[in-house]
């Protein structure tokens, strides 16, 4: 997958709150996910909901890696603003390259669901 440096990023053309939402998903790595929740928390944002709002409009994929973002509820999400079809079958390919998998619909291994702080 590509790598973006912070200056990429701080190059693009992309509003401060994308960048920051960007830039707090680069620190998690390949095998792991965050929630749309975590990610908010991490950049003190109050709405996941915004969060996967900047996530839907991100023009710099794979670079900025929104695939491995997943819901709340360990379940794996919307990918391109879309819920099932294509999109979400790309997401789930993408992950289990990087060795995530989902059972049941629900993250297989909740231990690879980090915070971008921690991660």
């Known amino acids: 997958m590509p790598c973006m440096s ?3 990023l701080d190059n693009a053309d992309i509003t401060g709150f994308q960048r920051n939402v960007y ?3 680069m620190r998690v ?3 792991r996910v965050t929630t749309y929740g975590r ?3 991490a950049i003190g944002c109050n709405s996941a909901q915004a969060v996967g709002q900047a996530l839907r409009r991100n023009p710099l ?3 900025v890696p929104c695939h491995r973002v ?3 509820d360990l ?3 919307g990918f391109a603003g879309e819920r099932d079809g294509a999109e979400l079958r790309r997401k789930r390919a993408l992950l289990a390259e990087e060795g995530v998998t989902f059972i049941g619909g629900r993250l297989a291994e909740a231990s690879r669901c980090v915070s971008p702080s921690r991660a």
């Open 75 to 77: 379940r794996i999400g």
């Open 23 to 25: 830039r707090a998903l």
């Open 70 to 72: 997943i819901g709340g």
């Open 39 to 41: 990610l908010a928390e």
């Open 29 to 31: 790595p390949a095998g």
């Open 61 to 63: 994929a794979p670079a």
């Open 6 to 8: 912070n200056m990429d």
